[in-house]
């Protein structure tokens, strides 16, 4: 596998019940992002982690809970959402170390909260 | 605060036509700037970036950007357009550390 990995590319899912999404990166990359793609929304920076640790919550409720066990894994762990949380969520990577480089796109899950 | 503006949000373009996509940003720096192309139901591809040096910047599948300092603009622009190259289209910039703001992203389509 090469770039950037997300499972599931589509979930749904009451609001009752616990997921988890995964994105793995296999770029040697040391920054990992998620991402909320609504219809109509220009694309919102989630969460950052730089070299595992979370550096930015972008104002996000607590429904959404991001773990990054190593630089290579990302989750989102989900719980009690709402309808209006159905979006496309994009995990990205990228190289930080004193150069702003531009990061890598996974090709995102499609959730739809019933 | 820094923000992107992509004013069309939908194009349409003939096949073979030339193809300009409008992108504007605020900051007072020179921020580092990108387009993104996003085809349904995929994760989003680099086409090209600009850091400085030469304002002109070329990419991939064809396409090229010129920065405006003075017009705060990063338009994106290629001769020809391809069937192929429907899409959502974003410009982003990064002017902190490794935070990217989005524009609104434009939606191209080609017509035959």
């Known amino acids: 596998e090469t770039g950037v990995t997300q499972t599931p590319r589509h979930l749904v899912m009451g609001m009752t019940n616990k997921k988890s999404l995964k994105c793995e990166q296999h770029?040697?990359?040391?920054?990992m992002y998620w991402y909320k793609q609504s219809a109509k929304k220009p694309l919102e920076l989630m969460f950052v982690?730089?070299?595992?640790?979370?550096?930015e919550n972008n104002s996000v409720p607590s429904r959404f809970s991001p773990e990054c066990p190593n630089s290579s894994h990302l989750f989102l762990h989900l719980h009690t959402l709402q309808p209006e949380d159905s979006a496309l969520y994009l995990c990205?990577?990228?190289?930080?170390?004193?150069?702003?480089?531009?990061?890598?796109f996974g090709p995102g899950t499609r959730l739809t909260v019933t | 605060a820094q923000s992107v503006t992509q004013p069309d949000i939908h194009i349409t373009v003939s096949e073979g036509a030339s193809l300009e996509l409008r992108c504007n940003y605020s900051y007072g720096a020179t921020p580092y700037l990108f387009w993104y192309v996003q085809s349904p139901g995929q994760g989003l591809q680099l086409l090209l970036k600009?850091?400085?040096?030469?304002?002109l910047v070329q990419g991939i599948k064809g396409f090229e950007a010129e920065f405006k300092r003075s017009q705060s603009s990063f338009n994106l622009r290629k001769p020809s357009v391809h069937w192929s190259d429907a899409a959502e289209y974003l410009c982003?910039?990064?002017?902190?550390?490794?935070?990217?703001?989005f524009g609104g992203g434009t939606r191209l389509m080609v017509k035959p």
């Open positions: 770029l040697g990359h040391n920054a």
């Open positions: 982003t910039s990064n002017n902190a550390g490794n935070m990217l703001t």
């Open positions: 990205a990577s990228s190289q930080v170390g004193g150069f702003r480089d531009e990061q890598y």
């Open positions: 600009y850091f400085s040096g030469d304002t």
């Open positions: 982690y730089n070299f595992k640790e979370q550096t």
